[in-house]
């Protein structure tokens, strides 16, 4: 304008650019420590000149992370400029040990022999559900024992457990005869059939006996033991009857007898008996007459007495 009324117009552009690219507001990220796995849940922001707060974006799986690894933050002001961040996120080991679900473990107890089918189990931080293992043998168990279970988490940590095995055998011998039959005979016994029991865990048991089993010559009654080798037995008792219901044979011979110059004579039984046998042994041989005298000239009449062990005896005249 010249004062004058007169005036002229010019045109002139103005650019306004954004070349500052933002700032991120934590000039040295911390590193981002987790056990077994990790979420970043923490994004980091950078301030622009023009755009103001910028959140940072990245590439990089933010979730379950299980390994060590570098993140790259990008903040982008949305005007060409951006500028980066990296942070780290370390997985720190495993250290910690599988916990066992069960505090203590059960006895496990058993008659004889025990088989173990229950495992235990334990829960690890990292690794979830942990199977026990053990050396012990689990199948037919038959002794008291304690086994070590191992909780292993596959990361170096492991724990222990220790369980009780209690086999028990608490059951006698039965006899496989409910009632042991008499043995019977004559003059003396020799016993040749031993008695047996069976077992719930030792199987067949032979019986014992404090009695001599040969040359029995008197009844008597003999007491069985059996013993399953686990401290239980149990007893069973079996008569033995010895008789002898047989009476002698009594055999008598005719005799000669002299009288001697004072007119006497004795007789004697070895005159008499003529091989006078028992089943089961003589005990006594006698005569009812065996002094004689010229009163007893002629035939005279001998009782031969034969007696045995038994008290039985029998005549020949």
Do not use: E, H
């Not at 990245?58 to 982008?76: E, G, K, P, S």
């Not at 996120?89 to 473990?105: E, G, H, K, Q, R």
């Not at 199977?131 to 012990?136: D, H, K, L, W």
């Not at 008792?237 to 010895?242: A, C, E, G, I, L």
Request: net charge negative.
């Amino acid at each position: 304008c010249d004062g004058n009324g007169n005036t002229a117009t010019q045109l002139q552009n103005v650019l306004i650019n954004d070349n500052t690219p933002p700032v991120p507001d934590i000039a040295v990220l911390p590193p981002i420590n987790g056990q077994c796995s990790l979420n970043v849940t923490t994004i980091p922001t950078a301030t622009d000149n023009c755009a103001g707060s910028i959140t940072a974006t990245t590439t990089t799986v933010l979730t379950n992370i299980t390994a060590n690894t570098v993140i790259t933050w990008i903040y982008d002001d949305g005007k060409g400029n951006t500028s980066t961040q990296t942070q780290n996120v370390f997985m720190i080991s495993d250290t910690t040990a599988p916990v066992p679900n069960v505090a203590s473990l059960p006895n496990i107890t058993g008659q004889c022999a025990v088989n173990v089918t229950t495992i235990p189990t334990a829960t690890d931080n990292c690794t979830g559900t942990v199977t026990a293992t053990t050396t012990a043998v689990l199948t037919n168990i038959t002794a008291s024992t304690t086994i070590t279970w191992i909780y292993n988490d596959g990361n170096g940590n492991s724990s222990i457990q220790m369980q009780n095995i209690v086999v028990n055998d608490t059951t006698a011998p039965v006899p496989n005869v409910a009632s042991l039959p008499l043995i019977n005979g004559q003059c003396l016994v020799n016993v040749t059939t031993i008695p047996t029991a069976t077992d719930n865990c030792s199987g067949t048991i032979t019986a014992t006996t404090t009695t001599v089993l040969t040359n029995i010559t008197a009844s008597t009654v003999i007491t069985w033991k059996y013993d399953d080798g686990n401290g239980n037995t149990s007893t069973q008792t079996q008569n033995v009857v010895v008789a002898d219901t047989t009476n002698p044979v009594a055999i008598a011979r005719p005799t000669t007898l002299l009288l001697d110059a004072t007119g006497a004579a004795t007789l004697t039984i070895a005159q008499v008996n003529n091989s006078s046998t028992d089943n089961c042994g003589i005990a006594t041989i006698s005569l009812s007459k065996t002094l004689f005298n010229c009163a007893n000239l002629g035939n005279n009449t001998v009782t031969l007495t034969v007696t045995d062990l038994s008290g039985n005896s029998n005549t020949a005249t």
